[in-house]
């Protein structure tokens, strides 16, 4: 047997044995929705925010971007941590902010029992008129930029394949007590799903406002995240221009 003893001042848990005495600190692990079998409820409200958003910008794109080759389990973190950085820099070059901006980020993983490949999902939209030939160019500048590969721009569809669960429900089989240590290790510090730009000043207001949205039916209604009665219409986004 075991108890748990939390020390606040430094926000950590530990774990002690009653009849051991042998105390063994538990890896803080912030981010569950890396764990598949856990993901469900933290990956819902990110897909409840995205699907109302997209409702109202119908014209974004959705790429698929990988950097690099694939990497050893004590790697995902640095490997992510890069990909982040570049999705999120492409919102301040000028060469891309003028035409586009990037309004989400959904890393992946497919592990094959020896190495993992990490590729991100990112929803884009206009800001102006894009022609076919336009988006085939800003690909090709992002494929520059990030200096990996990368899908077609391509209608979003299916959202919940613009923003797919971090690791699919076998994708970690066969790991071992340690492997899954390290894992969530790997991922401490690392934010598997993001709204950007647009995306991510509407979710805020979501907070500041004490609010969520969830699914009604086939709607989405805006509730109070204390009580989950509605609260006014999910209007927080402008009106949507040409282009976008």
Known sequence: ???????????????????????????????????????????????????????????????RLTIGPRVGLNEIGATMQALAKAISRLNTRPWFKKYAEAVSRSCELTWNGATAHVHAHVVVRPLVDLSDADWISLQGQVRDHCKGDTGDFGPVGDVAKAAPYFAKA?????????????????????????PLGELRAFCAELKRTNTKLVRRGGWIARVSRSDGLRRAPAAALPARSKGK
């Not at 044995?17 to 929705?33: A, D, F």
């Not at 089989?173 to 510090?189: K, N, P, S, V, W």
Request: hydrophobic share 30%; with cysteine; glycine share 8%.
């Open 1 to 63: 047997g075991g108890r748990a003893s939390r020390d606040s001042a430094k926000d950590s848990i530990t774990i002690i044995g009653l009849m051991s005495g042998h105390s063994e600190p538990v890896i803080k692990t912030p981010r569950w929705n890396a764990f598949p079998w856990v993901a469900r409820s933290h990956r819902r409200e990110f897909l409840s925010n995205l699907t109302f958003y997209l409702s109202h910008r119908p014209n974004c794109r959705h790429l």
């Open 170 to 194: 076998d994708s970690l089989d066969g790991l071992d007590g340690d492997e899954i240590r390290t894992y969530a290790g790997q991922l401490r510090h690392v934010r598997t799903h993001e």
